[in-house]
C-alpha cells in the first residue's frame, strides 16, 4: 500500500448493468483494459502508483484542524462543496422558479398488485417544449405510513428500464444525429428488478438522465444549461457546470416533486447511479443534504476513486478534448497530468456525504475504475464519519471480492467487471433495510 500523507491544503459507458435475477443476465467476460486511451498511457501495476499526498478533510484552509461536528458542518464543509463546484462539477442554479409538476398517472396497479405506479412529469423551464424529466415511480401498496424510496437515474427511457408494459414508451437521444428518437429504437442496458425493492417496503423511481441533458459534448445546446446562458454567452466560464452537474441538478428537482408525494417518506430517499451516474450521484448526495443515503456504483475517476492514485483512468483521460471534457468544469482539465497540484481528491467527496450511509460498489476487475482507489478514499474518509458519530469503514485492509462492509460508510466489490451483477441487487437492500428501516 502506497504511503499517503495529507495537507491542509468516467470511464467508458456501462459494460453491464443489469438489475435482473435470471443467471443469463450475467455480464461477459472482463476484456483486458486498454493501455493507451485518447494518446494516454494507463497504469494498471501497483508498483507503479507511487506515493502521493491526500488533502485533508479534517483541516481548514487556515491550518486549524476540524475537531468538532460544529465546524465541520458549519466551516469546512461549506468550503469543500465550493471547492468542488468551482474547480471539478461546477455552478448550478437552484431550484428553477418556473418548475411545474403534473401527475399524469396518479396511481395504478402494478407487479401483480404489490405496488402502485405513478408517473410524474417534471417541467423545468416555463417553456413547456424545453427540458422535462418523466419520472417512474412506484410504491409499496397497501402501505399503512409514508414509504422510504431509492431514486435511480438511468442510461434510457423508462419502459426501456423496467419491464412493465403500463409504462409509457419515451424517447431518447441518439449520438449520431444528435435527435431524439423513440426508445424502442435505443439502446437497452438491462430492466431493473422492483419487485425486491417493493417487498421488502421500499418504493423505487427512476429517470433518463437524457431527460435533463444529451450524454454528448453538443448536448449543451440541447439540454437545461441552454436555458440558463446570458444573453450573447457563446462559451460557459470556467467554473459553469458540466452535465454530470446538471443531472445530479435532475436529481435534486425530481426530489422537489418527492417532497410534495404524501406517500413518500422524503426524509427516506436513498439515490442511485452507475459509472458516470455514480459520479453523478456521489455529487448529487455532496451537494443535496436532502438525499437519506447514496449507492454509488463503480464511479471510479471523478467519483470515489483517487485521482492522486496513478492507476486506471486519470483527470488527463476524463478530460481529453475527445472524451468527456464536456461532464466537467471546464477548470478540472487544468488538473489533467497533474492531480497533485488538485485541491481536492476523492476522499474528500465521499466525507461530504458524512454523516449519511454511502455505499461504494465496485467490481473486482475493473482496473479502469479502480475499485482499490475507491477503498482507500474511503478509508481517509472514515475520519470524519467517527467525527461524526457514525461507523466508517473500520478496517485499512482492502477486502476480498464478495465480502460487504456494510457500515455507515460501506464497500462492496463483486466479482467481475464495470457496473452491476445481479448479486449486488441482494446486498443494495440488505444497505437500504438497514439505513431507511421500512
Known amino acids: 500500500m502506497p504511503i499517503v500523507r495529507h495537507t491542509a491544503s468516467c470511464c467508458a459507458l456501462l459494460i453491464a448493468v443489469s438489475f435482473a435475477t435470471t443467471a443469463s443476465s450475467q455480464p461477459a467476460p472482463p476484456k483486458p483494459p486498454d493501455a493507451v486511451v485518447a494518446g494516454i498511457p494507463a497504469n494498471y501495476e501497483e508498483s507503479k502508483v507511487g506515493t502521493y499526498t491526500l488533502p485533508d478533510p479534517l483541516t481548514l484552509a487556515d491550518g486549524k484542524p476540524v475537531r468538532d461536528a460544529t465546524t465541520w458542518m458549519t466551516k469546512r464543509r461549506p468550503a469543500l462543496v465550493k471547492l468542488f463546484e468551482e474547480e471539478q462539477f461546477g455552478r448550478a442554479p437552484g431550484r428553477p422558479a418556473a418548475m411545474r409538476f403534473e401527475v399524469v398517472e396518479k396511481g395504478t396497479a402494478a407487479f401483480d398488485g404489490r405496488a402502485t405506479r405513478r408517473q410524474v412529469t417534471i417541467f423545468l423551464t416555463a417553456d413547456h417544449s424545453g427540458p422535462k424529466i418523466h419520472l417512474l415511480e412506484y ?61 421488502a417496503g421500499i418504493g423505487f423511481a427512476t429517470f433518463y438522465y437524457g431527460d435533463v441533458e444529451p450524454d454528448f459534448a453538443e448536448g449543451y445546446a440541447l439540454g437545461i444549461r441552454e436555458k440558463y446562458l446570458k444573453p450573447g454567452q457563446a462559451e460557459r466560464a470556467p467554473d459553469e457546470w458540466g452535465s454530470i452537474a446538471a443531472w445530479s441538478w435532475g436529481m435534486s428537482r425530481a426530489m422537489d416533486y418527492l417532497e410534495t408525494d404524501k406517500d413518500v417518506d422524503a426524509k427516506r430517499v436513498a439515490i442511485h447511479g452507475v459509472s458516470r451516474l455514480g459520479k453523478t450521484v456521489m455529487w448529487a448526495g455532496a451537494h443535496d443534504t436532502r438525499f437519506a443515503a447514496v449507492i454509488a456504483s463503480c464511479s471510479g475517476e471523478g467519483g470515489a476513486a483517487l485521482s492522486r492514485r496513478n492507476y486506471g483512468e486519470t483527470i488527463a483521460h476524463l478530460t481529453a478534448p475527445t472524451r468527456f471534457p464536456y461532464q466537467f468544469a471546464l477548470n478540472y482539465g487544468k488538473f489533467g497530468g497533474y492531480p497533485d497540484t488538485a485541491p481536492m481528491d476523492a476522499n474528500l467527496l465521499v466525507a461530504l456525504i458524512a454523516p449519511r450511509p454511502l455505499l461504494l460498489q465496485t467490481g473486482d476487475t475493473d482496473f479502469w475504475s479502480d475499485p482499490k482507489g475507491e477503498f482507500l478514499a474511503a478509508v481517509d474518509a472514515s475520519r470524519v464519519y467517527k467525527l461524526l458519530g457514525k461507523d466508517g469503514l473500520d478496517t485499512t485492509e482492502w477486502p476480498a471480492a464478495k465480502q460487504p462492509i456494510l457500515h455507515d460508510l460501506a464497500y462492496y466489490m463483486h466479482d467481475g467487471g464495470h457496473g452491476m451483477v445481479p448479486s449486488d441487487w441482494d446486498i443494495y437492500i440488505q444497505f437500504l433495510k438497514q439505513h431507511l428501516k421500512p
Open 139 to 199: 410504491l409499496p401498496a397497501g402501505a399503512k405510513t409514508p414509504a422510504p424510496l431509492l431514486l435511480g437515474i438511468n442510461f434510457s427511457a423508462n419502459s426501456n428500464a423496467v419491464t412493465d408494459p403500463g409504462v409509457a414508451v419515451g424517447e431518447v437521444w441518439d449520438a449520431k444525429t444528435k435527435t431524439l428518437i423513440p426508445a424502442t429504437q435505443g439502446r437497452s442496458f438491462g430492466k431493473m428488478s422492483v419487485e425486491p425493492l417493493i417487498d
